[in-house]
């Protein structure tokens, strides 16, 4: 039962955090769900002899926190202490959670749950994707006020859209790793992406279909497979790169300009933690924002304005500079193909997507700091399933190989 819901909560946070009644502790879950996970690793770190990985992993993350430190040493921007731990903690929640995770293969029990509760999961899916095709035509109160493409963008009973899109993009992802996904469900979770009205949902889904179902169209001819994956992210994503590339008025737009400013004035280490590009920089009035100008930062009055966004990119290039970019790819690199190891070129399919997922939501947020935990532990599920429905083909091969023999 602990299990179930650690999985709903994990799925569905935003909801949870939403509607209890005293959320306030609540908030602050997934930075104890990380400190309880840090410790198991130590512990285990300690008691087994260290591989080579390890090493290269946490020396990797080492370097990047004191490329960090070093900008904050040097340049000052962010004169709170506090506002740079909780930074380091917002930025170690992702790679320390999903390393310890995939390494110390914590997720066997969460992969079987998870298969247990996949009918009630399709339940869910169909009372979210039925109600936002009637919030299409009548107002349920599940949408917001704003119209995007003649609809208002559906959110179900998310605050946002944008974390429906996440939610929606993890079960059909989580479905398709344990090969247990039917075509109506992926009309109904695409079709809420559809209804979500956000980018990244139509890139996914352009993206999910083409790759799912056009590879046996372009068998021999990859270049040209590739080269159509590459147009129909341009295609989908061409109004929000023409905005970005028109220096505009709006706060994230703006940021990615600031990154680059930023990365000239720190070079070659960027401004450190909890300086730029994060919703924490601007509640603890980073002094980079005196320097680089954001457009919105401020509201009429002198206050810092509420509608300041953050953005995944800029947070790593402002923050880190060149060296520090160049550690967090190797760093991305070295996680990517943990999250792979085990898993034949048949079951790989959901990994890639979830990494996908993550490439294209850091455009437009700082996800792995804002949710970290919750994408980690989803992420080592989604492997895990990858591997347990390896084995089942397995099985059932073998089992096919014996009737055969007798």
């Known amino acids: 039962m602990l299990e179930i819901v650690f999985i709903c909560v994990i799925l569905f946070p935003d909801?949870?955090?939403r509607y209890l009644p005293d959320n306030g502790l609540f908030n602050y879950w997934d930075e104890l769900l990380f400190i309880i996970i840090f410790i198991i690793l130590v512990v285990k770190l300690i008691n087994y002899r260290t591989k080579k990985g390890t090493l290269i992993f946490f020396l990797t993350l080492i370097s990047i926190i004191i490329v960090g430190l070093i900008g904050n040493t040097i340049f000052r921007y962010q004169p709170s202490a506090n506002a740079i731990v909780r930074d380091i903690v917002?930025?170690?929640?992702?790679?320390?959670?999903?390393?310890?995770?995939?390494?110390?293969?914590?997720?066997?029990?969460?992969?079987s749950t998870f298969y247990k509760i996949i009918?009630?999961?399709?339940?869910?899916?169909?009372?979210?994707?039925?109600?936002?095709?009637?919030?299409?035509?009548?107002?349920?109160?599940?949408?917001?006020?704003?119209?995007?493409?003649g609809i208002h963008p559906y959110m179900f009973l998310f605050s946002h859209p944008t974390y429906l899109t996440t939610s929606a993009i993890m079960i059909l992802l989580a479905f398709n790793a344990a090969k247990d996904c039917t075509l109506s469900d992926e009309v109904m979770l695409l079709g809420t992406l559809v209804l979500g009205m956000r980018t990244?949902?139509?890139?996914?889904?352009?993206?999910?279909?083409?790759?799912?179902?056009?590879?046996?169209?372009?068998k021999r001819a990859k270049v040209l497979y590739w080269y159509i994956i590459f147009c129909l992210i341009m295609a989908v994503s061409y109004n929000k790169l023409m905005l970005?590339?028109?220096?505009?008025?709006?706060?994230?737009?703006?940021?990615?300009?600031?990154?680059?400013s930023l990365m000239k004035i720190c070079m070659p280490i960027g401004s450190g933690f909890g300086t730029f590009a994060s919703h924490l920089s601007a509640k603890m009035i980073s002094g980079v924002y005196s320097v680089v100008h954001i457009s919105g930062f401020y509201n009429d009055n002198g206050t810092v304005s509420a509608a300041?966004?953050?953005?995944?990119?800029?947070y790593y290039m402002g923050q880190f500079g060149i060296i520090g970019l160049g550690?967090?790819?190797?760093?991305?690199?070295?996680?990517?193909?943990?999250?792979?190891?085990?898993?034949?070129?048949?079951?790989?399919?959901?990994i890639n997507m979830m990494w996908f997922m993550i490439g294209i939501s850091l455009i437009t947020e700082t996800i792995l700091v804002n949710d970290g935990v919750e994408i980690a532990v989803l992420l080592a599920i989604i492997c895990k399933l990858s591997i347990m429905a390896q084995q089942r083909q397995c099985n059932h091969r073998r089992v096919k190989t014996k009737f055969r023999i007798r």
């Open 308 to 314: 300041i966004g953050d953005a995944g990119y800029s």
């Open 119 to 149: 009918p009630f999961l399709k339940i869910i899916v169909a009372i979210i994707f039925i109600l936002g095709i009637i919030s299409v035509f009548v107002n349920i109160g599940l949408s917001q006020l704003e119209y995007r493409h």
């Open 244 to 260: 970005y590339a028109s220096y505009s008025t709006s706060p994230r737009e703006t940021l990615y300009m600031g990154s680059l």
């Open 15 to 17: 909801i949870i955090i």
């Open 200 to 218: 990244r949902g139509f890139i996914f889904v352009a993206i999910y279909v083409f790759i799912k179902y056009g590879r046996h169209w372009f």
């Open 327 to 350: 550690l967090i790819v190797f760093l991305s690199l070295f996680l990517v193909r943990l999250t792979k190891e085990g898993v034949n070129k048949n079951n790989v399919f959901s």
């Open 90 to 111: 917002g930025f170690l929640k992702f790679p320390l959670t999903l390393f310890a995770l995939c390494e110390l293969n914590l997720t066997k029990k969460l992969a």
